[in-house]
T-cell receptor, first 115, second 113 residues
Framework: AQKVTQAQTEISVVEKEDVTLDCVYETRDTTYYLFWYKQPPSGELVFLIRRNSFDEQNEISGRYSWNFQKSTSSFNFTITASQVVDSAVYFC????????????FGQGTTLQVKP | EAGVTQSPTHLIKTRGQQATLRCSPISGHTSVYWYQQALGLGLQFLLWYDEGEERNRGNFPPRFSGRQFPNYSSELNVNALELEDSALYLCASPRGRGRTEAFFGQGTRLTVV
């Protein structure tokens, strides 16, 4: 069975602090894909990143960075110098090697960035 | 390029009625996913349509159904509405088949009273 766990339900930080959102996944597939999405209050899920299981390089995009570690089945997301606009619910998701069209989402982490 | 569009934004129905939700994918995309986001239950996969065919469905009863039209837009129908069907229904348009990133619409907020 596939599963994604985001143990942090809610995180509150003050603007300019760095914050890391944790994601741990379970899968028996050797080929799989991991995703992060952001859901602002408007409701739309905004795609942030896709990573396949063969690419363990960490990635940085502006203030966002992702740390993928297969050894610990984790795909953590760090926001550097957080801003109020980063306040949202963040979801980690997984899809396996089978072409099912199905994303397994974690429960989400609500990030509140206070001015 | 227009993103994924969903209509209506909000829908209020009475228990037992039917609801129809609509989705237009990104131009050039041929697949559509439907997800339900109910309070306390997270995001759950409902249906996948590709090239007009239903390719996969999640663990939902048959009263959740849909279709995809020749222009790749899609409808989600929920029959015999129950109170627990109240949720945000999100449509997504994947860049390609299966494991690529999917771009989501803003959703339809369905409230069953």
């Amino acid at each position: 069975a596939q599963k994604v766990t985001q143990a942090q339900t809610e995180i509150s930080v003050v603007e300019k602090e760095d914050v890391t959102l944790d994601c741990v996944y379970e899968t028996r597939d050797t080929t799989y894909y991991l995703f992060w999405y952001k859901q602002p209050p408007s409701g739309e899920l905004v795609f942030l990143i896709r990573r396949n299981s063969f690419d363990e390089q960490n990635e940085i995009s502006g203030r966002y960075s992702w740390n993928f570690q297969k050894s610990t089945s984790s795909f953590n997301f760090t926001i550097t110098a957080s801003q109020v606009v980063d306040s949202a619910v963040y979801f980690c998701a997984l899809t396996g090697s089978g072409n099912t069209g199905k994303l397994i989402f974690g429960q989400g982490t609500t990030l509140q960035v206070k001015p | 390029e227009a993103g994924v569009t969903q209509s209506p934004t909000h829908l209020i129905k009475t228990r037992g009625q039917q609801a129809t939700l609509r989705c237009s994918p990104i131009s050039g995309h041929t697949s559509v996913y439907w997800y339900q986001q109910a309070l306390g239950l997270g995001l759950q996969f409902l249906l996948w349509y590709d090239e007009g065919e239903e390719r996969n469905r999640g663990n939902f009863p048959p009263r959740f159904s849909g279709r995809q039209f020749p222009n790749y837009s899609s409808e989600l129908n929920v029959n015999a509405l129950e109170l627990e069907d109240s949720a945000l229904y999100l449509c997504a348009s994947p860049r390609g088949r299966g494991r690529t990133e999917a771009f989501f619409g803003q959703g339809t907020r369905l409230t069953v009273v």
